[in-house]
Every structure is written in structure tokens, then in C-alpha cells.
């Protein structure tokens, strides 16, 4: 247990009373006398030479040591202690970062290749991928959005990376649709990101999309384009990541003028990736452009003890005039 004195300069009113003691007089009243007919040889017959001046009375021991203890306690509760509790941790998140991953039926066409040189699916390569990036976004909230023939919000913001990489790897291809709503999907997270930074306090907060396709946007209500300038006019930066082979045509096309439209009017980046490496180097580039602001600061909480003394000081004087009426009357009882 720790206890902090917060004004010290206190203690130094621990002399007070002795310096009142020493530098005022006594003081003084008017009180009755007898008048005796024989003090001349009362004084002589005692050896005492009679003085002019007044009696002073003498406190008794007890009365002098609670005079020194409540003194003591007044003064220590004017150096404002404080206990002082274990110490605690606050985090303070830096940015809330909403990952849109692409569920259109070309999502599982397999000309990705993994660490071990098997082939894999564009899906199963994002989700290796997005594992490696959750790690390295520690102190950021992420969420998750899953799109095709609709756009609808797999992962609300969360710190809990595993429990956000336990949502993707649920994701599959039939989940969404075979068509790339991708400017629902963009205007979704930008209403997610405003919704959540809607507290006080949160505005402040950086807004952060990365949307991941593979093909170009097919009858959204919203058009990627526009959905790019209300991101801008509402502080939303969009990451854009194109995977997959560009030769391929019709609607899972890649549509890279649009990509770089929606990445270049938000303040964001465009990439392409028609590989693991390349897809890796994205979300490493993402990394670098967008630094952790994760903070964690360390406080201890202080409890206030002058109360407490103070408290104590009027329990005592009120057990001392209780104790004084009692003697009091007791002596009046046994002189009657």
C-alpha cells in the first residue's frame, strides 16, 4: 500500500501551536474571590510571597494528547493524502480500419500460388494475406465487410484480431452472390466508419477502407465514382487492391480506371496484384502508409484519505466532551 503526500508544504505547520504557546500571553479572566481577614498571617505561616497577577489553569495529560493528535491529524490532512491503487493500463486505439473483401463468384478461380507452390484461390490468398496484416495492426480496430450481389458487414469494429480472422475464414464464394457490388460495398463501410466515430470524442478518430476485388463493379445503387467523393467530403481515406489476371474480360474484368478513381479522389493508393508476392507487398505498403498510432499509457488511481482523517478528529473531541460532561457531572453528584 503507497500513500502520497500532494502538499507537503502543510507539515510545516506542525509547530504552529507551540510557537502560540510560547509567543501570546495567557489568557485571562475575571473570576470570584474570598477575601481573607487573616492573609498576612496565612502567607507568612505558608512562607509564600503573595503576587499580583492571574491563575492558570492546567490542562490534564489526556487533554494535552488529544490536543497533539488531532493537531497532527488536521495538519497530515491538509498535505491531501492519497492512497494510491495498483497500476492500470488505458489503451487508446488509433484508428478503426474497415477491410471489404470481393465474394464474387471469380473469387475462386485458382491462379494464386502459396508458400509451398500449390495452387490456391484468389479468396484463400486474400485470407493468408489479411492474417498476416491483422497481426501488424496491433492498436487498430478492424472490421469486416463481405460484398457481391449485396454488400452487409461480416465483423463489426473489434480489437479482437483472432475473433476478426475467425469471421473471414468463414467467408466463402455463395455467401454474397456472383456478381462485385463494389460501390454498395464502398458506401456501407463509409456509413459504418461515421456511425462508429458518432461518440464524442471519436471524431477525431482516422477512417481508414481497404476494399479488395477482383473485377470491376456490376449494377451497385451507388456508383464506386460517387461513392469516392462522399468518402473525401467525410475524412475517409480507401486503400484499392486489384488481384487477378488483367486479360480477363466481361463482367469480372478488372476495371483499374476505376480503382485508381476511387483510390486517387480519397487520398488513398491503388495496387495491383496478380500474385501472392504482389498481394503481400500491397497490404506491406498499406502498412508503411498508415503507421500504428496505438498508444498505451500507464495510471495509477488515487484514493483521498483527508476525509477520513478528519473524521477521526471528530470522534475524538466528541468522546473528550463526552468524557468531560460525565466527570463534570459526577463531581456535582458526589458534592451534593
Known amino acids: 500500500m503507497n500513500i502520497e503526500l500532494t502538499s507537503l508544504w502543510a507539515l510545516f505547520l506542525l509547530p504552529l501551536p507551540l510557537l502560540v504557546y510560547w ?4 489568557y485571562k479572566t475575571r473570576r470570584t474571590a474570598i477575601r481573607v481577614p487573616f492573609f498576612d498571617a496565612l502567607v507568612e505561616a ?22 497533539t493528535v488531532s493537531w497532527g491529524l488536521v495538519v ?7 492512497l494510491l491503487g495498483k497500476p492500470q493500463q488505458r489503451q487508446e486505439f488509433g484508428r478503426d480500419v474497415m477491410v471489404a473483401v470481393d465474394l464474387s463468384d471469380s473469387m475462386n478461380t ?3 500460388t502459396s508458400a509451398a507452390g500449390d495452387k490456391m484461390s484468389r479468396l484463400e490468398a486474400a485470407k493468408q494475406v489479411l492474417a498476416s496484416f491483422a497481426e501488424k495492426r496491433q492498436g487498430d480496430r478492424l472490421g469486416l465487410i463481405l460484398f457481391g450481389d449485396a454488400a452487409f458487414v461480416q465483423a463489426p469494429f473489434t480489437a479482437d484480431h483472432q475473433a476478426w480472422l475467425s469471421l473471414l475464414n468463414e467467408a466463402q464464394t455463395p455467401m454474397a452472390g456472383l456478381s462485385t457490388h463494389m460501390g454498395d460495398a464502398i458506401g456501407l463501410a463509409i456509413k459504418v466508419l461515421l456511425e462508429d466515430n458518432s461518440q464524442p ?3 477525431s478518430k482516422e477512417k481508414l477502407a481497404i476494399v479488395l476485388t477482383d473485377g470491376n463493379d456490376t449494377d451497385s445503387y451507388v456508383a464506386p465514382e460517387d461513392a469516392a467523393k462522399l468518402a473525401k467530403a467525410r475524412g475517409v ?30 487520398g488513398g493508393k491503388a495496387f495491383q496484384a496478380l500474385n501472392s508476392q504482389e498481394l503481400n507487398q500491397a497490404y506491406a505498403t498499406i502498412n508503411e502508409l498508415e503507421p500504428q498510432l496505438y498508444q498505451s499509457t500507464s495510471y495509477q488511481p488515487k484514493t483521498s484519505l483527508h476525509p477520513y482523517l478528519l473524521m477521526v478528529v471528530s470522534l475524538l473531541y466528541l468522546l473528550a466532551f463526552s468524557f468531560a460532561t460525565w466527570r463534570r457531572s459526577r463531581t456535582v453528584r458526589e458534592a451534593a
Not at 46 to 67: N, Y
Not at 237 to 252: C, W
Open 201 to 203: 470524442g471519436e471524431s
Open 237 to 266: 481515406k480507401i486503400h484499392m487492391i486489384a488481384m487477378g489476371d488483367p486479360q480477363t474480360v466481361g463482367e469480372t474484368a478488372i476495371d483499374m480506371e476505376t480503382i485508381n478513381s476511387v483510390a486517387e479522389t480519397t
Open 23 to 26: 509567543l501570546t500571553p495567557g
Open 46 to 67: 505558608l512562607d509564600e510571597k503573595p503576587e499580583r497577577g492571574a491563575s492558570i489553569l492546567r490542562p490534564a495529560f489526556w487533554q494535552r494528547a488529544l490536543l
Open 76 to 82: 497530515l490532512a491538509l498535505s491531501k493524502p492519497m
Open 110 to 112: 485458382e491462379d494464386f
